[in-house]
C-alpha cells in the first residue's frame, strides 16, 4: 500500500518585500524532497489561522520576517494566537529566525538588537548538554554550517524552553517548548535567496562593518551556496524524523 504524503502547513510572517513567495522559497530549499510533501502556505499578516487549518498538518513550518518581533505590528495579536493553537495542537513545528525569537517573547522571553551586530552567512553551532542529546542537531556541531540572517537576537530564554544550541554572536541559537522546534538560523532560504540579501545589502553592510572589504563580500558571496546546502539538509531531516514517526 503506497503511503500517503504528509501535509506541511507553511505558515508565512513575511510582509514588506513581496518578491518573496514562501511557497517557492520552501519548494527550492526542499529540492526533490519537495515532491515528498504537499505543501499548504497560510499567510499570518493577512489571514486568520484556525483550529481546522491545523487539523490536517503532519508539521507546521514558520518562516522567519521582516519585522522585529520585540516591536509593534498590526497582526502581533494573530501572531501570539497562533503560537497558542500550534501548542494545543501537539503537533511538530519548526520555527525559523523571527518565528523562533516571537515564540520565545510569547513564552516569556527577550527579544532585543544584538548587541554583537548582525550575523549573516554561514556560522557554527555549539550544543548544549541537552542539545548533545538532540540527534536532529548533533551532526551540525563544528562540522557543517548554516545560514543567518538577522539583527535580533534572543536575550532571555524563558525556564520552559530548552536550550539546545548557542555561539558566540548569539547566546540562543536553538531552543525547544514542548512540540516546537526553534531555530535563530535558516533552514528554509534557497541560494538564490541569500545571495539576492547579501546583494541588495551590499553597501549598507560595508557601511556598517559587517562586511569589511570588497574582498571579504567576494568571499562571503561564495561561501553561501555550502551554507544553505547544509541548512537545507537540517530542514530535510527535520522532516524525515517526522515521516518516521508517522510510520
Known sequence: MKKAHPNLLLIDLITDD?????????EMSLGAGAAK????????????????????????????????????????????QVFDRII????????????????????????????????FGPIQIKL??????FNLLREFEQEKHL?????????????NCLLLA??????????????ILATQFHSDIPIQSARHLLTTRKQQYLAQSVIKSEEEFNRLHQKL???????????LNWLQMIVDKKN
Open 88 to 119: 494545543e495542537s501537539g503537533k511538530p513545528a519548526l520555527a525559523t529566525c523571527f518565528s523562533a525569537q516571537f515564540l520565545a517573547i510569547h513564552l516569556g522571553g527577550k527579544v532585543e538588537e544584538n548587541p554583537r551586530g548582525i550575523e
Open 18 to 26: 513581496h518578491s518573496i513567495d514562501y511557497l517557492q522559497e520552501v
Open 166 to 179: 548557542f555561539n558566540d554572536n548569539a547566546s540562543v541559537q536553538a531552543f525547544s517548548h514542548g512540540n
Open 37 to 80: 510533501h504537499n505543501l499548504r502556505r497560510l499567510h499570518l499578516p493577512t489571514e486568520e489561522i484556525g483550529p481546522e487549518d491545523l487539523r490536517d498538518a503532519d508539521a507546521i513550518l514558520l518562516s522567519g520576517s521582516t519585522k522585529s518581533a520585540h516591536q509593534d505590528f498590526l497582526w502581533k495579536e494573530r501572531c501570539h
Open 128 to 133: 548544549t548538554p541537552a542539545g548533545g542529546k
Open 147 to 159: 545560514f543567518a540572517s538577522h539583527k535580533d537576537c534572543i536575550t532571555s530564554l524563558p525556564d
Open 225 to 235: 551556496e555550502q551554507a544553505t546546502t547544509e541548512s537545507h539538509q537540517f530542514l
